[in-house]
């Protein structure tokens, strides 16, 4: 299926708080934007509900025309080979059929579903810091840590969509349980509201304005309190073990890390660095770059597209 780089694809990034959507033209760009809260503690339907909204918007623009196909990234888990998704965060749907409720909504044009991790794995990728690498891990390190993988200048879903998921690679064998079933996972250790407990746990009280989010310790560490930087330090050790072990196996040249708590910057980056370079021995895997993701916020919208298109072969070569 090819269309140069005139068809258009409508995108959705489906999160525990926002639906959002947009039609995404063959160089990135967001030409109209709809979003919706995501219905909390609602059923299957009224959430499903939320989605109609955003895509019925989607489907009032003049430029509806020229849409060749529907991306979605959305919380996982996802399974794209029965296009099904049960997000941890949204508890209505579990087994969900959004790929047939989104085909049925959008008159049957091709949908791809892909977890919101490969998601902006296919942003960095096509538009961000990945731009050019032909193996790259890309994370997102937020309220969970997820990611995902290019592998031979290609976008590696794996048969589900969720490849690459590197915040349930366990790191700490006999680490606290996590959300998963596992057992000293990376998200166990360096999600945001982790490192914010790890702090908390050690002694560390919140500034005067009360932020005990990981921001909040991020405040306190670039003000040099031992006990902040101390979490965010082993917030690093465990994702430069994450990264190291997915080098390991499948030789990756370039980590790029967006999400709210990369937006600590050095606080994270320098100690994750330096981390790194000790787990990252081997020949093939040392010299790994750790780059910050470039995309933000759009990340989701701008990979749910990239990988439907990569996946149906619209606009060329532009999406790989």
Same mark, same amino acid.
């Given at each position: ?9 409508? +995108?959705?990034?489906?999160? *525990? ?8 033209? *063959? ?43 529907? *991306? ?16 941890? #965060? ?41 731009? *050019?690498?032909? #193996? ?25 969509? #969720? ?57 306190? +560490? ?84 990239? +990988?439907? +298109? ?11």
């Amino acid at each position: 299926m090819h269309d140069g780089l005139a068809g258009l694809v409508a +995108a959705l990034d489906i999160g *525990g708080t926002k639906i959002a959507g947009a039609l995404v033209d *063959g160089r990135g760009r967001l030409l109209l934007r709809a979003q919706r809260p995501t219905p909390a503690h609602a059923d299957g339907a009224t959430v499903m509900g939320a989605v109609a909204q955003v895509l019925d918007e989607l489907r009032r623009s003049a430029d509806w025309s020229r849409v060749r196909a529907a *991306g979605i990234g959305s919380a996982g888990p996802v399974d794209a080979s029965t296009g099904t998704v049960s997000p941890v #965060n949204v508890p209505g749907w579990r087994g969900f059929p959004l790929v047939a409720e989104v085909t049925r909504r959008i008159g049957g044009l091709p949908v791809v579903l892909v977890g919101d991790g490969v998601a902006m794995t296919a942003a960095e990728h096509w538009r961000g810091a990945a731009r *050019g690498r032909a #193996n790259a891990l890309c994370m997102v390190v937020s309220t969970g840590v997820g990611g995902g993988l290019v592998l031979g200048g290609r976008l590696h879903t794996g048969p589900t969509g #969720n490849a690459g998921h590197i915040g349930h690679i366990s790191v700490d064998l006999d680490g606290d349980p996590c959300a998963c079933g596992g057992r000293g996972c990376v998200e166990r250790i360096a999600s945001g509201p982790h490192i914010a407990r790890r702090a908390r746990e050690s002694g560390w009280r919140p500034g005067p304005d009360g932020d005990a989010s990981a921001a909040g310790v991020a405040v306190a +560490a670039r003000a040099g309190d031992p006990l902040a930087l101390a979490s965010f330090a082993r917030a690093a050790r465990a994702l430069a073990a994450g990264i190291a072990a997915t080098a390991t196996l499948v030789e990756i040249e370039v980590a790029v890390i967006g999400g709210g708590v990369a937006g600590a910057g050095d606080i994270l980056f320098a100690p994750l660095r330096e981390q790194l370079r000790e787990y990252a021995t081997l020949s093939f895997t040392a010299g790994i770059e750790v780059v910050p993701a470039r995309l933000g916020g759009d990340a989701g919208l701008v990979g749910a597209a990239a +990988a439907a +298109a990569e996946a149906l072969g619209l606009w060329g070569t532009a999406a790989s």
